[in-house]
């Protein structure tokens, strides 16, 4: 099974760019790089005295970023008072995605290093085979990626595989999102992919359509099929 904490959260390729884009402020890269360098999270008080700026210039960029999904915020009681009298929890902020890239057409090779470095692990763990871990890790994470979004489609849109008809009742993926990875390591690239597409039928609970490789390499070497009635 999957490390439970090999993480797969993957922010779609329009909110790579939107992130991005937020970053190129530069009191939200000031604030996103001062929180990046704390272990715990950081009041927005804290945030102005060590920017020297007023609290609502922050506040409102913290929101921002909130917004962005690069923090998360938390509420928790700060200093050694407790119980009642010790005052309201204070809002805290910690950043969640520690880096932002983004690349047209969508690429995610922090995802295939995540699970690339999973799978050695499971194998050393385990005793497995590469092949066999790097399969079991990625079904694994794909079944958390479809219990998360619902549906393939859902999947397919965030991840940037841009899928398209292929006139025959199913669906051709028109990019790889793990492309330049997959041009000199192919055979384990498509292992990779076929088994965590796989993984998101299962835990969309799709039992209408199944994963078959797609030799065509002008595009992703996998497409979804409709399962034919028994």
Same mark, same amino acid.
């Given at each position: 099974?999957?490390?439970?904490?090999?993480?797969?959260?993957?922010?779609?390729?329009?909110?790579?760019?939107?992130?991005?884009?937020?970053?190129?402020?530069?009191?939200?890269?000031?604030?996103?790089?001062?929180?990046?360098?704390?272990?715990?999270?950081?009041?927005?008080?804290?945030?102005?005295?060590?920017?020297?700026?007023?609290?609502?210039?922050?506040?409102? /960029?913290?929101?921002?970023?909130v917004e962005q999904k690069l923090l998360a915020?938390?509420?928790?009681?700060?200093?050694?008072?407790?119980?009642?009298?010790?005052?309201?929890?204070?809002?805290?902020?910690?950043?969640?995605?520690?880096?932002?890239?983004?690349?047209?057409?969508?690429?995610?090779?922090?995802?295939?290093?995540?699970?690339?470095?999973?799978?050695?692990?499971?194998?050393?763990?385990?005793?497995?085979?590469?092949?066999?871990?790097?399969?079991?890790?990625?079904?694994?994470?794909?079944v958390k990626l479809g219990a998360e979004a619902?549906?393939?489609?859902?999947?397919?849109?965030?991840?940037?595989?841009?899928p398209l008809p292929d006139g025959e009742g199913?669906?051709?993926?028109?990019?790889?999102?793990? /492309?330049?990875?997959?041009?000199?390591?192919?055979?384990?690239?498509?292992?990779? =992919?076929?088994?965590?597409?796989?993984?998101?039928?299962?835990?969309?609970?799709?039992?209408? =359509?199944?994963?078959?490789?797609?030799?065509?390499?002008?595009?992703?070497?996998?497409?979804?099929?409709?399962?034919?009635?028994?």
């Amino acid at each position: 099974m999957i490390n439970q904490e090999t993480t797969v959260e993957i922010l779609s390729p329009s909110q790579r760019l939107s992130a991005v884009a937020s970053l190129g402020d530069p009191v939200r890269k000031q604030l996103f790089e001062l929180l990046r360098e704390r272990e715990d999270a950081v009041s927005r008080d804290e945030c102005a005295v060590i920017l020297n700026l007023p609290k609502s210039t922050i506040r409102a /960029h913290l929101d921002r970023l909130v917004e962005q999904k690069l923090l998360a915020v938390e509420f928790r009681k700060v200093g050694e008072r407790t119980g009642p009298g010790s005052g309201r929890p204070a809002k805290l902020y910690k950043v969640v995605i520690d880096e932002v890239e983004a690349s047209v057409p969508a690429r995610h090779y922090d995802l295939a290093a995540e699970l690339l470095a999973a799978a050695i692990q499971h194998s050393i763990d385990s005793g497995i085979g590469a092949q066999d871990a790097l399969s079991e890790v990625a079904f694994d994470a794909g079944v958390k990626l479809g219990a998360e979004a619902g549906s393939i489609e859902a999947v397919l849109e965030n991840t940037g595989y841009f899928p398209l008809p292929d006139g025959e009742g199913g669906t051709i993926m028109a990019n790889c999102p793990f /492309h330049r990875l997959s041009k000199d390591h192919t055979g384990v690239v498509c292992k990779l =992919n076929g088994s965590l597409l796989t993984g998101v039928l299962e835990g969309c609970d799709d039992s209408s =359509n199944s994963i078959e490789p797609d030799t065509n390499l002008s595009h992703c070497c996998a497409r979804i099929v409709p399962k034919q009635p028994s």
